[in-house]
Nanobody, 115 residues
Framework: VQLQASGGGSVQPGGSLRLSCAASGVIVRLNAVGWYRQAPGQQRELVAGITSGGITSYGDSVKGRFTISKDNAKNTVYLQMNSLKPEDTAVYYC??????????WGQGTQVTVSS
């Protein structure tokens, strides 16, 4: 299983970014996928998740601003991030949980929100 995350970068507060995670070796349509983030000196936290059935969940700090989705045809997971705040600055990781409950991690992409 390989997860290739992209789309990170630097943006001003209030801006938007869309992260992508291209999966290989696993079918995102059949598995739960998610995004985590880790800021310097902090623990990794769940940002958003989507089940194989399409049920989404979000961390309290991003509700109403972030949207997780997946394109089954492209086997890719997305995280649309709007109204970004400096506290959203972190390395973002995509994940896929297979049918055996094993969690796979992507390599991470840096998001920096600063004026």
């Amino acid at each position: 299983v390989q997860l290739q995350a992209s789309g990170g970068g630097s943006v001003q507060p209030g801006g938007s970014l869309r992260l992508s995670c291209a999966a290989s070796g696993v079918i995102v349509r059949l598995n739960a996928v998610g995004w985590y983030r880790q800021a310097p000196g902090q623990q990794r936290e769940l940002v958003a998740g989507i089940t194989s059935g399409g049920i989404t969940s979000y961390g309290d700090s991003v509700k109403g601003r972030f949207t997780i989705s997946k394109d089954n045809a492209k086997n890719t997971v997305y995280l649309q991030m709007n109204s970004l705040k400096p506290e959203d600055t972190a390395v973002y990781y995509c994940t896929v949980e297979d049918s055996g409950s094993k969690l796979y991690w992507g390599q991470g992409t840096q998001v920096t929100v600063s004026s």
